[in-house]
C-alpha cells in the first residue's frame, strides 16, 4: 500500500469517526444549541481540576488561619484590573468560585468581541457586583441579582434553564430548621425534576467538583427560593 492510499485510509477513518461521535454534547444538551455564553461558562468551570487542589473553605474569625478573602481560587483580574482576592492555599467558597467563573468568562468574551457599545460591567461596578451576588439577604437570588443590576443577565425561570446557567438554592436543615444556601453552576435536571447535578465547590467533593441534590421530600433544597440566572452580556438593556 502506499503512502498516499495509507494517508487516504487514515483520513477516511477519522472523518467516519468523528461523524460518529456526532456534535458535542453537554449533559445531554448539543453545545449548539446552547447560549454562547453558556457554552463559555462550562469551557471555564471545567477547565478547573476536580481532584482536590481547591478545596472548600468557609473561613471563619475564630479559625486560626483567619483570612479575608473572595473565595476565590486565584486573584482575579478584569481588563487588568484586580477585582477578586485569592489565598495562598487555592482554597475556594461557592459563591466566590461561581463569580470567578463568571469573571474569567466575561473577560473572554470582552477579548473576542469585535464591536458594540462599551461594557456594562467595568472593573470599579465590580465591588456592587459582588455583594449583590453574594447575596444581599437570607432566601436572596444572588448571581441574578447581580445580573439583572447590571444588565448582563437575566433571572430564568426553572422550566428554561440550560447547562451553564448560575443557580442559588437554599436548604432547610430539617433537624434545627437550619437554613443554608449554596452558589452552583446548573448541568442538568435528574429524577424526573425532582433533583438536579450542577458544579460548584463544597465539602462533599473535596472542593471543586460536580454534585447532586433535590427538592422536598427527596432532599433537603427548596423550591420556592431556588433562582436562575442566565449570564448575557449582549442581552438588550431593559427598557422603562
Given amino acids: 500500500m502506499t503512502a498516499l492510499r495509507i494517508l487516504s485510509v487514515a483520513l477516511f477513518a477519522f472523518l467516519?469517526?468523528?461523524?460518529a461521535r456526532g456534535p458535542k454534547t453537554w449533559y445531554g444538551v448539543p453545545e449548539t444549541e446552547l447560549p454562547s455564553f453558556n457554552r463559555l461558562v462550562l469551557k471555564t468551570a471545567f477547565e478547573y481540576p476536580r481532584n482536590g487542589?481547591?478545596?472548600?473553605?468557609?473561613?471563619?474569625?475564630?479559625?486560626?488561619?483567619f483570612v479575608s478573602y473572595d473565595g476565590c481560587s486565584a486573584d482575579v483580574f478584569l481588563q487588568g484590573e484586580q477585582v477578586m482576592r485569592g489565598e495562598t492555599g487555592g482554597r475556594t467558597?461557592?459563591?466566590?468560585?461561581?463569580?470567578?467563573?463568571?469573571?474569567?468568562?466575561?473577560?473572554?468574551w470582552l477579548e473576542g468581541r469585535q464591536s458594540g457599545p462599551e461594557p456594562r460591567l467595568a472593573p470599579q461596578d465590580f465591588g456592587e457586583f459582588k455583594r449583590l451576588w453574594f447575596v444581599e439577604d437570607l432566601n436572596g437570588p444572588g448571581p441574578s441579582a447581580a445580573l439583572e443590576a447590571f444588565q448582563v443577565g437575566r433571572e430564568i425561570p426553572w422550566q428554561e434553564a440550560l447547562p451553564g446557567d448560575f443557580m442559588q438554592i437554599w436548604r432547610t436543615e430539617n433537624e434545627e430548621e437550619k437554613i443554608t444556601g449554596h452558589s452552583v453552576i446548573f448541568l442538568q435536571w435528574i429524577d424526573g425534576g425532582r433533583g438536579f447535578r450542577y458544579i460548584s465547590t463544597q465539602e462533599s467533593t473535596n472542593g471543586i467538583g460536580a454534585n447532586t441534590e433535590h427538592f422536598g421530600t427527596y432532599g433537603n433544597v427548596t423550591p420556592t427560593y431556588t433562582y436562575f440566572g442566565r449570564a448575557d452580556p449582549a442581552i438588550e438593556p431593559a427598557t422603562e
Fill in 53 to 65: 487542589t481547591h478545596t472548600y473553605w468557609w473561613p471563619k474569625r475564630t479559625d486560626e488561619d
Fill in 93 to 108: 467558597f461557592c459563591c466566590g468560585w461561581t463569580l470567578e467563573v463568571f469573571a474569567k468568562s466575561y473577560e473572554r
Fill in 16 to 19: 467516519l469517526g468523528a461523524c
